[in-house]
């Protein structure tokens, strides 16, 4: 089974937060643009150095496909939506959800 964490999306346009991912110390940002209309977010190190930032937050994919793998943490972040695109409110107005979801060593 697997097992889903959302991730509150902070009441800015940008901001940084602080999170825990297999027992390690990063930092998210989230932020908006209100050009292109869209929410994209990254994750730093807990020294604030990117390890990929600008991600386009895209409703029933995952995020980070390509970064599941060291030195990148082994999770998954994706979003749920209840329209085929996230607005500006849809996080806190509870139409979408940010979430990830660690991926699992076949051993």
Known sequence: MIQYTSIAVPHFHDSFSRIVLKGEVYEIRFSYNNATDCW?????????????????????????????????????FAARSKTDRIGYRNFWDGDAVFYYAEVVDDA
Do not use: A, E, M, T
């Open 40 to 76: 994209k977010f990254g994750l730093f190190d807990s020294r604030r150095q990117p390890l990929y930032q600008d991600v386009k937050i895209v409703p029933g994919i995952p995020l980070n496909h390509g970064f599941c793998q060291p030195p990148y943490p082994k999770v998954v």
